[in-house]
């Protein structure tokens, strides 16, 4: 997967921990590695009869989200702990991949905090909404002891907010070879979820987790947008004509052409994120608020 034109899928290719750029995507990146190889090292026999027989490495048996286990035995603490946990390599290879990807545009925009508690919350809100679609009657009446791994909720909350902040930016995906825009993209992901929810596809309760995540990050990134639109400072006038500004502030600057978005987009590619100057960071943020 590649991205052209407003490119910024290559924003964290130099200095993988640098300080100015995606700080905090690379931690996240670091921890999650680092945990599923911790599995291969730590595994015992399922002393618990709601997994299924066999080994499993104890940072998902104490680790892993089941809605049993997380509001029957109190253990709350999988709300988080799942987000960081992976079934396979596939499944870390094509998570981290995707947040290499959409997170370092998403973490310059809102800061290396509230990006990380972002995060987090679209996690979070993967797992609640995939128990209440449970609670629905959506799944196997089993489904309140199945474990739920995966930081796909989370990303798929990065991958709203990309579509709302940069809509027009075009991805390249190299199978299937097809150009869309980051909303067009969004849009495909969250049918197919929908999808394999209504009709019982496998990985339905993953799948709806990826659900939760992105109306989650959906829903959250408009609220940010608003309240930095309510707290940005308005210009006051105190007759009917007032006189120009000699320096207006941005909020008042008009939308950045697209020339001028491609060309940001094309350093950040070149460079990354680190590389921008105070103005070119202007633009992007700008071009967000269109």
């Not at 603490?77 to 959409?102: D, K, S, V």
């Not at 097809?178 to 019982?200: D, M, P, T």
């Not at 309240?227 to 006038?237: G, Y």
Request: aromatic letters at 14%; hydrophobic letters at 45%; one cysteine or more.
């Amino acid at each position: 997967m590649r991205a052209e034109q407003e490119n910024w899928g290559n924003t964290v290719k130099e200095r993988l921990f640098d300080q100015r750029g995606a700080v905090v995507v690379h931690w996240l990146i670091l921890l999650n590695v680092v945990i599923f190889f911790l599995g291969f090292f730590f595994q015992v026999e399922v002393p618990r009869d709601i997994y299924p027989p066999g080994r499993l490495d104890l940072v998902q048996l104490y680790g892993a989200y089941s809605e049993y286990m997380c509001f029957h035995e109190g253990e709350l603490w999988r709300l988080f702990t799942y987000q960081f946990l992976h079934a396979n390599l596939g499944h870390i290879l094509f998570n981290m991949i995707a947040l290499w990807f959409f997170g370092p545009v998403v973490e310059e925009r809102f800061g290396h905090l509230r990006f990380l508690l972002y995060y987090l919350f679209c996690g979070v809100a993967a797992a609640l909404f995939s128990s209440l679609l449970g609670y629905m009657g959506f799944f196997d009446p089993e489904w309140r002891f199945i474990p739920m791994v995966g930081a796909s909720g989370s990303i798929y909350g990065i991958m709203a907010a990309c579509a709302v902040l940069f809509p027009h930016a075009r991805v390249q995906l190299l199978f299937p070879p097809v150009n869309l825009s980051v909303r067009q993209f969004a849009l495909v992901v969250l049918g197919i979820a929908c999808a394999v929810v209504i009709f019982q596809w496998n990985n339905a309760g993953g799948e709806a987790g990826h659900l939760g995540g992105m109306l989650a990050g959906f829903i959250l990134t408009l609220l940010i947008l608003l309240k930095e639109k309510l707290s940005s400072p308005r210009p006051v006038s105190y007759s009917r004509r007032p006189a120009p500004r000699p320096f207006p502030s941005s909020e008042r600057e008009p939308y950045p052409t697209e020339a001028e978005v491609n060309e940001v987009m094309d350093k950040i590619s070149r460079s990354g994120l680190s590389s921008l100057t105070e103005k070119e960071r202007e633009i992007l943020k700008r071009a967000s608020r269109r």
